[in-house]
T-cell receptor, first 117, second 109 residues
Framework: GAVVSQHPSWVICKSGTSVKIECRSL??????MFWYRQFPKQSLMLMAT?????????EQGVEKDKFLINHASLTLSTLTVTSAHPEDSSFYIC?????????????FGPGTRLTVL | RKEVEQDPGPFNVPEGATVAFNCTYS??????FFWYRQDCRKEPKLLMS???SGNEDGRFTAQLNRASQYISLLIRDSKLSDSATYLC??????????FGTGTRLTVIP
């Protein structure tokens, strides 16, 4: 089946540091990838939709200048948490959908656990 | 009102038991419905889609009630390996997925 990888799987950083998370589709091309965030005991919340070759679409309440998304190729999207603070500590998960769009399953990456001290 | 609401759980059931989860959604225009399974500190994985006529996959049965705007998941003959969090996921458009908070299931030996 389709595989989505994320790197790193976990990161611990100091407050004020910027952290980049990579999301790769390993055996398929993904024109659209999605970035979610999950706080403990809460549901996944969509942060943004990453479109290859164009600007990402951010959900309401998500700061685009703080969470920079770059989708430079059909197999790679990156999320950069700029000047991370403790409240940004969360589980960040990306997902991708196989084309054509009529196939509904989204494949999720293994997630990146970010801890900001 | 939340887009998706699930049974609060947790559910602790003995092996072999039958357990059912419900999930209600608020958007009557919702188009697609899914149950995902998420193990602790892991990513969600698709368990099954939910079709209008209801569908079954082994010990798992999913049903959709559009009139009452809810979906359900029934697990028969529970196994220890079924222990996980079950997420109800509703799609309202091409890329708009809404996740429930999940229901935690623990199957006890």
């Amino acid at each position: 089946g389709a595989v989505v990888s994320q790197h790193p799987s976990w990161v611990i950083c100091k407050s004020g540091t910027s952290v980049k998370i990579e999301c790769r589709s390993l055996d398929f091309q993904a024109t659209t990838m999605f970035w979610y965030r999950q706080f403990p005991k809460q549901s996944l919340m969509l942060m943004a939709t990453s479109n290859e070759g164009s600007k990402a679409t951010y959900e309401q309440g998500v700061e685009k200048d703080k969470f920079l998304i770059n989708h430079a190729s059909l197999t790679l999207s990156t999320l950069t948490v700029t000047s991370a603070h403790p409240e940004d500590s969360s589980f960040y998960i990306c997902s991708a959908r196989i084309r054509p769009i009529s196939y509904n399953e989204q494949f999720f990456g293994p997630g990146t656990r970010l801890t900001v001290l | 009102r939340k887009e998706v609401e699930q049974d609060p759980g947790p559910f602790n059931v003995p092996e072999g038991a039958t357990v059912a989860f419900n999930c209600t959604y608020s958007n009557s225009a919702s188009q697609s419905f899914f149950w995902y399974r998420q193990d602790c500190r892991k990513e969600p994985k698709l368990l099954m889609s939910v079709y209008s006529s209801g569908n079954e996959d082994g010990r798992f049965t999913a049903q959709l009630n559009r009139a009452s705007q809810y979906i359900s998941l029934l697990i028969r003959d529970s196994k220890l390996s079924d222990s996980a969090t079950y997420l109800c996921v509703i799609e309202t458009g091409a890329n708009n997925l809404f996740f429930g908070t999940g229901t935690r299931l623990t199957v006890i030996p």
